[in-house]
């Protein structure tokens, strides 16, 4: 789950204070898309606390959209992506660019191939990934 958020340090130390969010967690920062990223995991459930440091960038945007910072995304795991993409597109959905990389349909990413879908679920964006697996 991604949340876009204002602050991804001031986001990270409420998150460690009330879920208790191991004391390792770093902000990592992609140059590419300009965002500062938290990740961590909670009940087996990975958690991005995602901030744009472009006032034009992905989140922020959003975020300005909204009115508020709150959930963003949520990336489904897949084992094969073009079958899920092949699947969603069957029942309707379309597919939307990467905001990070100006690619629409399944393209890599750092931890696996990706894809977003330009349909909205109550209003969260869908991303697909097939993690990629050691050769």
Not at 20 to 39: C, G, M, Q
Not at 46 to 74: M, N, V
Not at 105 to 117: Q, R
Request: charged share 25%; net charge negative; glycine share 8%.
């Amino acid at each position: 789950m991604a949340f876009g958020v204002k602050d991804a340090a001031k986001a990270l130390e409420a998150y460690a204070r009330f879920l208790h969010v191991p004391a390792e967690t770093k902000i990592e920062f992609f140059p590419k898309s300009k965002n500062k990223v938290a990740l961590f995991y909670l009940g087996g459930i990975e958690y991005q606390l995602c901030e744009s440091t472009d006032p034009e960038g992905r989140f922020a945007k959003w975020i300005e959209e909204r009115g508020s910072e709150g959930l963003h995304h949520i990336c489904y795991e897949v084992d094969n992506i073009d079958e899920a993409l092949e699947h969603a597109q069957q029942q309707g959905a379309t597919l939307r660019i990467c905001q990070a990389c100006q690619v629409v349909g399944s393209h890599p990413h750092p931890e696996g191939w990706v894809a977003f879908l330009d349909d909205e679920a109550g209003g969260i964006e869908i991303e697909f990934m097939q993690v990629y697996t050691p050769e």
